[in-house]
């Protein structure tokens, strides 16, 4: 890059707040632009962060703040609906990442963004962009606008910024399962430190950890018909979601219901929807990034750590680059490969939630300690130990590694 450029990043939750870190130390004038009124300190509940999306907050120098804060994951206990051991997944001695409540790292990039004096603006609903010559215009139902040189979608699963460039884009896929969950505690409920449990319900998907101060994060997944969005879910009342709720565990063992019946707090409920692949990423003046481009579900918990790396090797290929359609290709071909092999392998864990039938759940359990032991011996590395080194530049590649 030759000279200083107004960038526009359309969204701020965790890939936007990153990618305008990184495009500042890139030489860029970064501007952050986020729909919601402020930030939502329940939005998403919580995420793992993986040891490759540390690296990257490692490079912005929050890396430790999330450390301390988080809950460190090391070993996945997995058990079925009798409470049967089925076996676990992990490596006791090395964390493969940590558990952060989403609004606790969306506020520790925002607190950085502040202290580098990036502006970020809440309240901006993107409304529709315009292209011309070397200059693209934002446009907010406000009615204010922007104009920067370039600009980056960050704006989620439904982006509107993709709709809005790519409008022949394949819309996202929902899997067949919501998710739904909160924060609780249980008097007596030992923590169990590095370790995250899991349970195949005998009629949904149970997950659960215990942190040192007692408080507990859980989630759950149910399967549902149709294509359901996150408004709807939000419209059913709380004392039905409870009801529901209690009904899917109530066969199930301790402390499932405890732990259900001990959130003071609203359940919070969404729909899991993924995108595998989308052959075009970018415009010449437009590039997207994160969930916007290639949402990845949660059973990987990868999703967060993705939209981090994007964040670093965008801003590296804009640095790196004579033209800044040239960066956005270049990041398209550094990073498609990766990401479609994460999305397709959360998925295939997604696919295993879904047993209920007595037939199903006799294979899942004879098969489960099988698949385990050899995913143990396996090594994940491709995943957790993707290199994130800014200082190093970044050439034309074949494949989805960045030197």
């Given at each position: ?255 499932i219901l405890d732990i259900i019946q001990g959130t003071d707090a609203n359940i919070n409920a969404y729909p899991i929807y993924d995108m595998l692949t989308q052959p075009v990423w970018h415009t010449n003046r437009a590039v997207l990034i994160g969930d916007a481009i290639h949402a990845v579900s949660p059973n990987a918990g990868q999703g967060a750590s993705l939209a981090l790396e994007d964040a670093l090797v965008l ?89």
């Amino acid at each position: 890059m030759k000279f200083m450029k107004k960038a526009l990043i359309i969204g701020g939750g965790v890939a936007g707040p990153a990618a305008a870190l990184f495009l500042k130390r890139a030489g860029c004038l970064p501007e952050v632009f986020e729909a919601e009124e402020e930030p939502n300190p329940y939005g998403g509940l919580f995420l793992n962060v993986g040891r490759n999306g540390l690296g990257v907050l490692d490079e912005l120098g929050v890396g430790e703040a999330i450390r301390e804060s988080g809950f460190e994951m090391r070993v996945m206990s997995f058990r079925n609906g009798a409470g049967k051991q089925l076996g676990a997944i992990g490596d006791p001695h090395k964390p493969h990442g940590v558990t952060v409540k989403r609004s606790l790292l969306q506020q520790v990039l925002l607190e950085q963004t502040e202290r580098e004096n990036i502006p970020v603006s809440f309240g901006k609903k993107l409304t529709g962009i315009e292209r011309s010559g070397n200059e693209i215009t934002a446009y907010f139902h406000d009615g204010s606008s922007t104009t920067g040189d370039f600009l980056i979608g960050c704006d989620g699963i439904h982006s509107r910024v993709r709709k809005e460039l790519l409008p022949d884009a394949a819309p996202p896929s929902f899997t067949g399962l919501i998710s739904f969950g909160g924060f609780s505690r249980v008097q007596g409920l030992a923590p169990e430190p590095g370790v995250q449990n899991m349970v195949f319900g005998k009629r949904a998907f149970f997950g659960y950890l215990v942190k040192e101060d007692g408080e507990i994060y859980w989630f759950g997944n149910m399967s549902m018909n149709g294509t359901p969005t996150r408004k709807s879910l939000q419209s059913i009342p709380e004392a039905q979601w409870r009801k529901t709720i209690d009904d899917l565990y109530s066969d199930d063992p301790a402390p499932i219901l405890d732990i259900i019946q001990g959130t003071d707090a609203n359940i919070n409920a969404y729909p899991i929807y993924d995108m595998l692949t989308q052959p075009v990423w970018h415009t010449n003046r437009a590039v997207l990034i994160g969930d916007a481009i290639h949402a990845v579900s949660p059973n990987a918990g990868q999703g967060a750590s993705l939209a981090l790396e994007d964040a670093l090797v965008l801003a590296k290929c804009v640095r790196d680059s004579e033209h800044i359609h040239q960066a956005f290709a270049l990041f398209q071909q550094l990073r498609k490969e990766r990401v479609e092999r994460i999305v397709r392998y959360s998925r295939s864990i997604g696919q295993r939630k879904h047993a209920t039938s007595p037939v199903q759940v006799f294979f899942r359990d004879l098969m489960l300690p099988q698949f385990l032991k050899a995913s143990n011996k396996q090594s994940l590395s491709w995943m957790y130990d993707y290199p994130v080194r800014w200082n190093e530049k970044v050439s034309q590649l074949n494949g989805g590694s960045v030197c």
